[in-house]
């Protein structure tokens, strides 16, 4: 009993002291606590008064340096404005400077302009007494001869006529006589030049097309079976072929170039071929049409191009390109036009006249030809039309249109067009005309026009197409002269050959000549 007592105390003295143990650690863990948050915060409030401090400072240094760059905008600004109160005050004393020289000058002005109006009426009061005196003048002179100032003056004017007359006319005569000998030298200088310039050989194209052969025996093929095949040929294109004994050759005869080169073409491929019969000769003859309008239109937009005549429609031009197959007297058309278009923009440019009307008259002058063995009319004629019709310029169809004088000239371009013409075509040896030929020709014009009595001299130009015939005026009156024509005409279609027309002009003239010794 007395042991569980004891440990009863024992466990008794046991939990007190563990309260008492505990007790006192949470008053000491307490304590430590207290205590280290009271040092804690000593050093929170340190840190705090440092950063006040450094606050401070860093703000007293701001401002300082505030207050520094203030005092430099300050100063900058106050020299600046010294400156500019300085420029401003220049700038015044120099208004005020001018504005007195203005006043000056002003006053001066002003006193010019009084001068000058003193003057005029000085002047004004001379021109009154003097046409005073002229008049008196004119009044005593009426009144002592007897006649109005009207009178006298027509009198004086007959008198002055009268004996200078002959002075005058020769004057004139002179004038006259030396305006046309320069004009005539700057025209054949002019023309000379444009020539020399263009110098083209000139190729002459016939009615026929030769074929070169390897063997006879193609002959036969061509001919076919009872002449089908080249029926067929000739209905297909429009020639004649000719077949002889010539070795190895045949001929395409058409007077239509175009045709015969269709032909060509169509029957070298028969030939390369081999099989020549209808079916074939029909797919190859359209092959060569096709073939022909693919160099129309080559050659077209080469003349075009070659002779700077640019923005044409593009029909046009492939109605130009047909001329490549045309002939006129034996001279390729394209050909010939390209060389006058070259030759009028060379007399253009030396008269000073539009270049590209005149290049444009020249090459489409003839363009008509494409087409006169289709449509009805004159190439001329065909020309305006296919012009007007695809919006041709208005100025190039009055140059082209003049060239055989079926229209007048209307500007100085269509006279240029109608020259170039001429050169192209009159040279000897530009169309199937040999020289000897041509000169003969030209000597048989003049022989007939100088039979007829009353003729002073003749000149066959334009290459035989013109005779200028002189008669002398004593012999034969204006009206003679016109029957003279007619007769020269007729006597010229009875004995000559030639193509296309001559005009005849007769010309009569009277000349008063004296000599001054």
Same mark, same amino acid.
């Given at each position: 009993m007395s042991e569980q007592i004891a440990m009863v105390f024992s466990l008794t003295i046991l939990l007190v002291t563990i309260a008492l143990t505990g007790s006192i650690g949470l008053v000491g863990g307490y304590m430590l606590r207290w205590i280290i948050a009271l040092g804690k915060k000593g050093s929170i409030e340190l840190e705090v008064k440092q950063m006040e401090v450094e606050a401070k400072e860093t703000a007293k240094k701001i401002t300082l340096d505030a207050e520094g760059q203030a005092a430099e905008i300050l100063k900058t600004v106050r020299e600046e404005s010294k400156d500019k109160e300085e420029k401003i005050k220049k700038t015044e004393d120099r208004l005020i400077k001018k504005e007195e020289l203005l006043d000056h000058r002003q006053t001066d002005i002003d006193k010019e302009v009084e001068l000058i109006k003193q003057r005029i009426e000085e002047i004004k009061a001379i021109k009154e007494r003097a046409d005073k005196l002229e008049l008196d003048k004119k009044t005593e002179l009426s009144r002592i001869a007897g006649l109005s100032t009207e009178e006298a003056k027509n009198e004086l004017i007959?008198? #002055?006529?009268?004996?200078?007359?002959?002075?005058? $006319?020769?004057? &004139?005569? /002179? &004038?006259?006589?030396n305006g046309e000998e320069k004009?005539?030298?700057?025209a054949r200088e002019i023309l000379a030049t444009s020539i020399q310039r $263009?110098?083209?050989?000139?190729?002459?194209? #016939?009615?026929?097309? @030769?074929? #070169?052969?390897? +063997?006879?025996?193609? /002959?036969?093929?061509?001919?076919?079976?009872?002449?089908?095949?080249?029926?067929?040929?000739?209905? *297909?294109?429009? #020639? *004649?072929?000719?077949?002889?004994?010539?070795?190895?050759?045949?001929?395409? +005869?058409?007077?239509?170039?175009?045709?015969?080169?269709?032909?060509?073409?169509? =029957?070298?491929? =028969?030939?390369?071929?081999?099989?020549?019969?209808?079916?074939?000769?029909? /797919?190859?003859?359209?092959?060569?049409?096709?073939?022909?309008?693919?160099?129309?239109?080559?050659?077209?937009?080469?003349?075009?191009?070659?002779?700077?005549?640019?923005? $044409?429609?593009?029909?046009?031009? +492939?109605? &130009?390109?047909?001329?490549?197959?045309?002939?006129?007297?034996?001279?390729?058309? $394209?050909?010939? +036009?390209? *060389?006058?278009? @070259? &030759?009028?923009g060379m007399i253009a440019e030396e008269l000073g006249a539009n270049v590209l009307v005149a290049k444009a008259g020249a090459l489409l002058h003839d363009i008509g030809k494409a087409l006169d063995h289709e449509v009805q009319g004159s190439h001329v004629e065909i020309g305006r039309r296919i012009l007007q019709k695809f919006g041709t310029s208005e100025e190039v169809i009055k140059a082209m249109q003049a060239h055989h004088e079926e229209y007048p000239y209307e500007t100085v371009e269509s006279i240029i067009v109608q020259t170039a013409d001429a050169i192209s075509g009159g040279r000897p040896g530009a169309r199937s005309d040999s020289v000897e030929n041509y000169l003969k020709r030209l000597g048989d014009l003049e022989a007939i026009a100088n039979g007829f009595p009353g003729i002073e001299k003749s000149y066959a130009l334009q290459a035989g197409r013109e005779i200028r015939v002189f008669v002398r005026p004593s012999e034969i009156s204006d009206l003679q002269a016109h029957d003279l024509a007619r007769e020269i005409a007729l006597k010229i279609e009875h004995d000559l050959k030639y193509p296309g027309e001559i005009k005849v002009t007769v010309i009569r003239e009277n000349r008063a000549i004296e000599f001054a010794r």
């Open positions: 007959r008198t #002055v006529e009268k004996e200078n007359e002959e002075d005058i $006319l020769i004057r &004139l005569k /002179k &004038l006259e006589m004009l005539e030298t700057k $263009l110098a083209n050989a000139v190729t002459a194209d #016939v009615f026929t097309t @030769h074929i #070169v052969i390897e +063997s006879n025996e193609i /002959k036969g093929k061509i001919i076919g079976k009872e002449g089908r095949n080249i029926k067929a040929f000739e209905r *297909e294109t429009g #020639v *004649e072929i000719i077949v002889d004994d010539t070795p190895g050759s045949i001929t395409i +005869s058409s007077f239509d170039p175009i045709r015969r080169q269709v032909a060509r073409v169509a =029957l070298e491929a =028969l030939i390369a071929d081999g099989r020549i019969q209808p079916a074939k000769i029909e /797919k190859e003859v359209e092959n060569a049409k096709n073939e022909i309008n693919k160099i129309i239109k080559e050659k077209g937009e080469q003349a075009v191009y070659e002779t700077g005549v640019l923005n $044409l429609d593009p029909r046009v031009v +492939s109605i &130009l390109g047909r001329l490549y197959f045309r002939t006129s007297y034996g001279q390729n058309v $394209l050909q010939h +036009s390209v *060389e006058m278009a @070259h &030759l009028a």
